[in-house]
C-alpha cells in the first residue's frame, strides 16, 4: 500500500537547447503509506523538481506518478489539479502565510475554501495549533510571530485539509540552527501523530537521521 509511487521519472530544463540540464533521469521511488522519508541532496541537484514533480506542480517529461494508487500522468489539469488540492499539503522554506490574516485565519482559510464549515474549520484550526504549541498565538499575525512561530503556522496550515501526502522543501531552512532543530522536532512529531506519510528535504544528514528512512538525491537519481 503506497502512497506516492514515482517510475521512470525524466525531467531536464531548457530542452533542446545548448544550456539543455537533466534534474531526474529514470527514477524511482516508493513511499508506503505512513512513512516518513528524508530526501537529502545538495543544493542544486534538483530536491525542488522532484518535490513539484510529485506533487503535481510540474510536470516529468516522462514516467508514471502514482498517489494514493492513481496514475496522475494521463489524467486531465483539473483532475491533476483536484488531487493537488485534497490529497497534497506542501510546506516551504519560506512560511508563505497570508500577513493580513491571523494564525488561526490561515488555517481556517483554505478549509473554507474546501467546503467546511467556519465552526468545523475554527476547532480543527485550534487543534492544530495546540499540538505545535501555539494556541496562545492564534489571533497574532504572521508580523508578531518569531520565524519558527510562523514555520509551526505553516505546518499546521498544509495539514488543514487533511492530506494523504505530505511534501516539505528545506521546511527549516530558513530558521537558526538552534530553532531549527526544534522546530524540525515539531513537524516529526505533527506528522507522527496524524500518522501522514511525508517526504522532507532537507541538506541537514543529522535531521534526515530522525525519520523512517533516508534516501539521497544524486545526479538524477535516489539511492
Ligand atoms: P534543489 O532544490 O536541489 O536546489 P532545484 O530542483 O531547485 O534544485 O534545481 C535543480 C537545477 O535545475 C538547478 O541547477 C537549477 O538552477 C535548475 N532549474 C530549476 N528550475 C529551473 C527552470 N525552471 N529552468 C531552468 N533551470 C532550472
Ligand atoms: P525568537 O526568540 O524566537 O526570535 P522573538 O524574540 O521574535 O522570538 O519573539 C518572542 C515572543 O514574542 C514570540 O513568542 C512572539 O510570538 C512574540 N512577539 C514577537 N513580536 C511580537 C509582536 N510584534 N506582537 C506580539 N507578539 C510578538
Do not use: W
Amino acid at each position: 500500500n503506497n502512497i506516492l509511487e514515482l517510475q521512470g521519472v525524466s525531467k531536464a530544463y531548457n530542452k533542446g537547447k545548448p544550456t539543455e540540464i537533466s534534474i531526474l533521469n529514470d527514477l524511482d521511488f516508493t513511499l508506503a503509506t505512513g512513512e516518513v522519508v528524508g530526501l537529502v541532496a545538495p543544493s542544486g541537484a534538483g530536491k525542488s523538481t522532484l518535490l513539484h514533480i510529485a506533487g503535481l506542480l510540474d510536470t516529468a517529461d516522462a514516467g508514471h506518478i502514482a498517489i494514493a494508487g492513481v496514475d496522475q500522468s494521463g489524467l486531465s489539469e483539473r483532475k491533476r489539479t483536484r488531487t493537488r488540492r485534497q490529497d497534497v499539503g506542501f510546506i516551504y522554506q519560506f512560511h508563505h502565510l497570508l500577513p493580513e490574516f491571523s494564525a488561526l485565519e490561515n488555517i481556517i482559510l483554505p478549509q473554507m475554501a474546501n467546503g467546511v464549515s467556519k465552526v468545523a474549520a475554527t476547532d480543527r484550526a485550534r487543534d492544530l495549533l495546540n499540538r505545535v504549541g501555539l494556541e496562545p498565538r492564534g489571533t497574532h499575525r504572521p508580523a508578531e510571530l518569531s520565524g519558527g512561530e510562523q514555520q509551526r503556522v505553516a505546518f499546521c496550515r498544509a495539514l488543514a485539509n487533511e492530506p494523504k501526502l505530505l511534501l516539505a522543501d528545506e521546511p527549516t531552512g530558513n530558521l537558526d540552527p538552534e530553532t531549527s532543530d526544534t522546530v524540525f522536532n515539531a513537524l516529526l512529531d505533527l506528522v507522527k501523530e496524524t500518522g501522514l506519510s511525508a517526504l522532507i528535504a532537507t541538506h541537514n544528514i543529522e535531521l534526515a537521521g530522525r525519520m523512517d528512512r533516508m534516501v539521497r538525491l544524486e545526479r538524477g537519481q535516489l539511492s
